[in-house]
């Protein structure tokens, strides 16, 4: 059987209609009923799909977070050098800044603080996500080391995983500035950072 059911595809519907208002609004600004009405599922028909609007919010992420990595592991899959590779990975916040900007599109910088609070399985779908990404740049700056086209690092977990805070860190500061440029400064620092020759020393 291909092609996905119409209990999918209504599922589905419900989590693309969450996701936009959640990133328009947050997850306590938006109400159960607004998200009825955007996805024009009747209340019973969600508590088929979703326990609670917490179960909801918890699935929305997961949904996030498995799309988000996948994206990740195509790029890792293709062609040119880990650095080539991280380099877009790092260049795709930068066109998302110039689109709505990196905060108004990914869900970590939008929802995290508020989850942590709020949810446990929230933060833990979000934690865990974060701790498969960092585990998935690590792995492209060991390649980086042994393909010339980054630096070695001596813990490259604790780099991925700094590097990743400078990111998440410059996404903030761009939302609240409505500008690219701590995104532009994060892109410069980590391309110092990362070349091969380590980055420049400053007198």
Same mark, same amino acid.
């Given at each position: 059987?291909?092609?996905?059911?119409?209990?999918?595809?209504?599922?589905?519907?419900?989590?693309?209609?969450?996701?936009?208002? *959640?990133?328009?609004?947050?997850?306590?600004?938006?109400?159960?009923?607004?998200?009825?009405?955007?996805?024009?599922?009747?209340?019973?028909?969600?508590?088929?799909?979703?326990?609670?609007?917490?179960?909801?919010?918890?699935?929305?992420?997961?949904?996030?977070?498995?799309?988000?990595? #996948?994206?990740?592991?195509?790029?890792?899959?293709?062609?040119?050098?880990?650095?080539?590779?991280?380099?877009?990975?790092?260049?795709?916040?930068?066109?998302?800044?110039?689109?709505?900007?990196?905060?108004?599109?990914?869900?970590?910088?939008?929802?995290?603080?508020?989850?942590?609070?709020?949810?446990?399985?929230?933060?833990?779908?979000?934690?865990?996500?974060?701790?498969?990404?960092?585990?998935?740049?690590?792995?492209?700056?060991?390649?980086?080391?042994?393909?010339?086209?980054?630096?070695?690092?001596?813990?490259?977990?604790?780099?991925?995983?700094? *590097?990743?805070?400078?990111?998440?860190?410059?996404?903030?500061?761009?939302?609240?500035?409505?500008?690219?440029?701590? *995104?532009? #400064?994060?892109?410069?620092?980590?391309?110092?950072?990362?070349?091969?020759?380590?980055?420049?020393?400053?007198?």
């Amino acid at each position: 059987m291909t092609g996905e059911s119409k209990s999918d595809l209504t599922r589905k519907r419900i989590l693309d209609a969450g996701r936009v208002l *959640l990133l328009r609004h947050g997850f306590s600004g938006v109400g159960l009923s607004r998200i009825l009405a955007e996805s024009g599922v009747p209340k019973g028909s969600f508590y088929h799909y979703f326990a609670s609007k917490e179960a909801f919010g918890a699935a929305l992420l997961e949904d996030y977070v498995a799309q988000y990595l #996948a994206r990740v592991d195509a790029l890792a899959a293709g062609p040119g050098t880990a650095g080539e590779k991280l380099g877009a990975f790092w260049d795709a916040w930068l066109e998302q800044a110039g689109n709505a900007g990196i905060a108004s599109e990914c869900l970590v910088v939008k929802l995290g603080a508020e989850v942590a609070d709020l949810s446990e399985p929230m933060r833990e779908t979000l934690d865990r996500g974060i701790d498969a990404l960092i585990l998935r740049l690590a792995a492209l700056l060991r390649d980086g080391a042994k393909d010339g086209s980054i630096r070695a690092f001596d813990a490259p977990e604790t780099t991925a995983r700094m *590097l990743y805070a400078t990111w998440l860190g410059a996404a903030v500061l761009a939302k609240l500035a409505r500008s690219d440029a701590p *995104l532009r #400064a994060a892109r410069d620092e980590t391309a110092a950072r990362l070349a091969p020759s380590g980055p420049p020393e400053t007198t």
